[in-house]
């Protein structure tokens, strides 16, 4: 499946993420891109969370903050 004009940006999407993740396996393939930007806009406090659609909830296992972050779907989260 081509995924590249993909772009899905979501604000507070944290505290659901395994809901958005359980659908989104659904119709995309595991190697969409996916990131989560932590205190975005916070030059000093920013952080940048890359990963794929089959990884993220794995990688967010190793996070602290389960609240703060943007999340990009599609090939902007490169």
């Not at 990131?35 to 996070?63: M, P």
């Amino acid at each position: 499946m081509q995924c590249s004009h993909i772009v899905m940006v979501f604000y507070m999407a944290l505290s659901s993420i395994d809901r958005l993740v359980e659908k989104f396996k659904k119709y995309y393939p595991p190697d969409l891109p996916m990131a989560i930007v932590y205190f975005a806009g916070y030059s000093e406090k920013e952080r940048v969370l890359r990963s794929t659609l089959g990884a993220i909830l794995e990688d967010l296992k190793k996070i602290d903050e389960k609240w703060m972050g943007l999340l990009i779907i599609g090939e902007a989260a490169k």
